[in-house]
């Protein structure tokens, strides 16, 4: 049984791959189109659900989808006690290594609030060199 918490509708290995190449190969990656866009934070999503399975820290990528991630304190209703979230371009890039989680939260660009929201040793998901 899937766990619940996970990607709602998340896409094919294959759907994602063509997501993260449509991306890596565009010279500006504000160009992504909105479909694309959302294939890949639900692939990038899928992943670290699947690398840090839980329900205790919840991760938002607005307004494209939610994950809930990493074992301990079981979360069911309302606002979870640790939330992370961030926008999809520098979801996208802190996942491909293209930015530090460090540098992003330094420089403001992650909200993170509650215990357990340093997710330093989960990223990068993808070494995007060795996609293409």
Do not use: C
């Amino acid at each position: 049984m899937k766990n619940k918490q996970g990607v709602r509708n998340p896409p094919s290995q294959e759907e994602g791959l063509k997501a993260l190449n449509i991306y890596l190969e565009l010279e500006h990656k504000n160009q992504l189109d909105k479909d694309s866009l959302r294939t890949l934070i639900k692939y990038l999503l899928e992943i670290l659900h699947k690398k840090v399975p839980g329900n205790s820290v919840e991760v938002r990528i607005p307004p494209f989808a939610a994950i809930q991630i990493i074992e301990g304190t079981t979360h069911r209703r309302g606002t979870p006690p640790a939330v992370v979230e961030i926008s999809p371009e520098i979801f996208i890039r802190i996942s491909l290594g293209e930015i530090t989680w460090e540098k992003a939260l330094t420089q403001g660009l992650i909200q993170a609030s509650g215990q357990r929201t340093d997710l330093t040793e989960h990223f990068p998901l993808i070494d995007s060199k060795q996609i293409i």
